[in-house]
C-alpha cells in the first residue's frame, strides 16, 4: 500500500484519486481551492459523473481516501504525488501550463525524501522534462524524486468505468524503480491483464494527443461521409456498420453527429497542431479535423433553420441537450453553443432543457430559459432540436411529443429517433446522414 497524494481535485483528479484508493492505496486528494475541499470534506460531490460518489464514499468510509487543502503537507506524506490541476488552452491553440508548473515549484519546495512525481494532466511533448527541471531547481539536492508520465483517458460520463477497467495504463519512465513503484500503484489491474505499455516519458506524453488526434480525426470523417449520405439519401448508420465491421476500422467513434466538443478533443487537436508546427511538422490531417469539426458545428445550425424554410425569427424552439454529450454536466465548446447564438441573433425565442447541465448553461447565457423536463420544454414550440443522446430523449414517445408541440418540426442531431415514426406522424424532420429522399 502507498501513500498517495492527488494534487487537483477536477474531473481527472477527483476520479483518479477516488479509483486509485479503490485499488487500496491511502489517497488524500487535495487542491488550493479551499471551499472545493470543504465541500468533498462535507461528503459533497462537486462534479457530475455517474458512478462517483458512490465510489467516493466507499473510500472514504474504509479510511482510505481524504481530502486536504494543506497540499504542501500532502506533499510532504506521500510516496507518490499524482499531477492532475487543468490545462486550459492558452495563446495559439498551446496549453497554459501555469497550474502545472506551480504545482512542481510547491514538490520542489516541500520534496522530503524520494518521491514519484506523476502527471496525469494532459501536458504538452516536452513538459515532464520541464517539470524535473523545476522540481531540481526548487528543492534541496539531496532529495531524490523520480518523474512520470500517466496520461488519463477517462470520458466524462463514464469516468469511474474507464479509471477502474482501462482499456490500457501508460507509464512513461526513465527508471526501474519508478516503473515498479507505479506497478505497484495499478497492480490490480495486473490480475485482470489490462495491457500496461512501459516506455519513456515523452513517448507517453505524445500517446495521449495522438490517440485523442485520431478519435477526433474519425469522428469528422464519420460525420463527413454522413454528408454525403444527406445529398444521395443513404443511411450513414449503415455505412459505419459495415466501416466498423472490419477490425482494421473497429465500430467505435464511428457515430456522426453535430461536431465533437468538451474539454479534450477541440483543446488536444489544437495544441497538438501547434506543438507540430513549432516542430515544423504540417499536421494537415489533424487540422482538416478541426476544420471540419466547426463545419458540422455550422451545418447543424443550416438544418435547423432550413426546417423554416431559413426564417426563424419569433419561431419559439425547444434545444434539448446543452452539455457537449449526454451523461454530463459539461458544456465546454458544446456544439449546443453554436446553435443558441444562432437562434439569438436571428429572433428566436430558446426554450432549453438538459438533464444536467442547464445550471452550467445558464452561467454562459443568464437570460436562457431553462426548463425541468423535455415535456416542459417542447411545449407550444414551432421546432425541437435534439443536441445529446440521453436515454430520455432516446425513450420519447413521439405522438406525446406531437401532442405538445404546436408545430411539428424536429431536427435530431444525434439520429436517435425513429424515421419511420417520425414519418407516420407526419414530423417535417431532419438528422444527421440518415434522411429519406
Ligand atoms: C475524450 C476521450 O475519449 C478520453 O479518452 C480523453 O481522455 C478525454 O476526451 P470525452 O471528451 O469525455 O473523452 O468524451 P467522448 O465520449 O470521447 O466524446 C468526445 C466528443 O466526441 C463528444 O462531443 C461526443 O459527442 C463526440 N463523439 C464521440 C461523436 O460525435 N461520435 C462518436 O462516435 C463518439
Given at each position: 500500500m502507498k501513500n498517495i497524494a492527488v494534487i487537483g481535485t477536477g474531473y481527472v483528479g477527483l476520479v483518479s484519486g477516488a479509483g486509485i484508493s479503490d485499488y487500496g492505496h491511502n489517497v488524500v486528494c487535495t487542491d488550493i481551492d479551499i471551499s472545493k475541499i470543504k465541500r468533498l470534506q462535507n461528503g459533497e460531490i462537486t462534479i457530475y459523473e455517474p458512478g462517483l460518489e458512490e465510489l467516493v464514499n466507499r473510500n472514504v468510509q474504509s479510511n482510505r481516501l481524504s481530502f486536504s487543502s494543506n497540499v504542501n503537507k500532502c506533499i510532504q506524506r506521500a510516496d507518490v504525488i499524482f499531477i492532475a490541476v487543468g490545462t486550459p488552452e492558452g495563446d495559439?491553440?498551446?496549453?497554459?501550463?501555469s497550474a502545472v508548473f506551480d504545482v512542481a515549484r510547491a514538490i520542489g519546495n516541500n520534496l522530503n525524501g524520494y518521491k514519484i512525481i506523476c502527471t496525469k494532466s494532459t501536458v504538452p511533448i516536452g513538459t515532464g522534462a520541464k517539470i524535473t527541471e523545476i522540481i531540481k531547481e526548487t528543492s534541496n539536492e539531496l532529495n531524490e524524486f523520480a518523474y512520470v508520465s500517466n496520461p488519463e483517458f477517462l470520458r466524462e460520463g463514464s469516468a469511474v468505468k474507464d479509471f477502474l477497467w482501462p482499456d490500457r495504463v501508460i507509464i512513461g519512465a526513465s527508471c526501474a524503480r519508478a516503473f515498479d513503484t507505479m506497478k505497484n500503484v495499478y497492480r490490480p489491474l495486473f490480475i485482470n491483464e489490462t495491457p500496461v505499455i512501459e516506455t519513456t516519458i515523452e513517448t507517453a506524453e505524445l500517446i495521449k494527443y495522438a490517440s485523442n488526434a485520431f478519435l477526433s480525426v474519425k469522428i469528422s470523417y464519420i460525420n463527413e461521409i454522413a454528408n454525403i449520405c444527406d445529398e444521395i439519401g443513404a443511411d450513414v448508420h449503415v455505412v459505419s456498420k459495415a466501416m466498423g465491421i472490419d477490425g482494421r476500422i473497429s465500430s467505435k467513434f464511428l457515430h456522426p453527429g453535430p461536431g465533437f466538443g468538451g474539454s479534450c478533443f477541440p483543446k488536444d487537436t489544437k495544441a497538438l497542431i501547434s506543438m507540430a508546427e513549432e516542430m515544423g511538422v504540417n499536421l494537415k490531417v489533424v487540422k482538416s479535423a478541426v476544420e471540419a469539426n466547426q463545419l458540422q458545428k455550422e451545418r447543424m445550425v443550416k438544418k435547423l433553420f432550413n426546417l423554416f424554410d431559413g426564417n426563424v425569427k419569433n419561431k419559439t424552439i425547444a434545444i434539448l441537450g446543452l452539455a457537449f454529450k449526454a451523461q454530463t454536466d459539461d458544456v465546454r465548446e458544446s456544439p449546443a453553443i453554436d446553435i443558441i447564438d444562432a437562434l439569438q441573433s436571428n429572433g428566436a425565442i430558446i426554450k432549453a432543457f438538459d438533464p444536467a447541465a442547464n445550471d452550467n448553461m445558464k452561467k454562459l447565457y443568464n437570460d436562457l430559459d431553462t426548463y425541468v423536463s423535455w415535456e416542459e420544454a417542447v411545449k407550444d414550440v414551432d421546432g425541437v432540436v435534439i443536441m445529446t443522446e440521453w436515454n430520455e430523449f432516446r425513450g420519447m414517445d413521439l405522438s406525446k411529443l406531437k401532442g405538445l408541440v404546436k408545430s411539428p418540426n424536429i431536427l435530431d442531431c444525434r439520429n436517435i429517433l425513429k424515421i419511420d415514426d417520425l414519418e407516420k406522424l407526419g414530423f417535417k424532420y431532419d438528422n444527421v446522414g440518415r434522411k429519406k429522399r
Open positions: 495559439n491553440g498551446s496549453s497554459d501550463l
